[in-house]
Nanobody, 126 residues
Framework: QLQLVESGGGLVQPGGSLRLSCAASGFTLNYYVIAWFRQAPGKEREGVSCISSGDGSTYYADSVKGRFTIYRDNAKNTVYLQMNSLKPEDAGVYYC???????????????????WGQGTQVTVSS
């Protein structure tokens, strides 16, 4: 059974950093497109970043470009999201998700993801 487990969320002050982890079990994460999404209270889930399978091309929402970095550690079967210069508007529940194995290109469309983690809470507040 394919599973994704997020961790690394927490409370951080504005301007601070967090690193989120998305650990996979039941499959080799390197073969899958993995994306991070977030959802703030009362808002729709939105795409934050994506890393493609194969060459590991990365994509970012405009709101996080230059501050967030997505990368993969194949030895640990984990995808990370390094978040720097955090802002209050970055707060929410962060989810990682995988596309079906057949698809190799990145997307941040929630409807195109087939496996989701349970989420990890990020709070940015002074």
């Amino acid at each position: 059974q394919l599973q994704l487990v997020e961790s690394g969320g927490g409370l951080v002050q504005p301007g601070g950093s967090l690193r989120l982890s998305c650990a996979a079990s039941g499959f080799t994460l390197n073969y899958y497109v993995i994306a991070w999404f977030r959802q703030a209270p009362g808002k729709e889930r939105e795409g934050v970043s994506c890393i493609s399978s194969g060459d590991g091309s990365t994509y970012y929402a405009d709101s996080v470009k230059g501050r967030f970095t997505i990368y993969r550690d194949n030895a640990k079967n984990t995808v990370y999201l390094q978040m720097n210069s955090l802002k209050p508007e970055d707060a929410g529940v962060y989810y990682c998700a995988a596309r079906p194995l057949l698809f190799k290109l990145c997307t941040m469309d929630t409807g195109r993801m087939s496996t989701w983690g349970q989420g990890t809470q990020v709070t940015v507040s002074s």
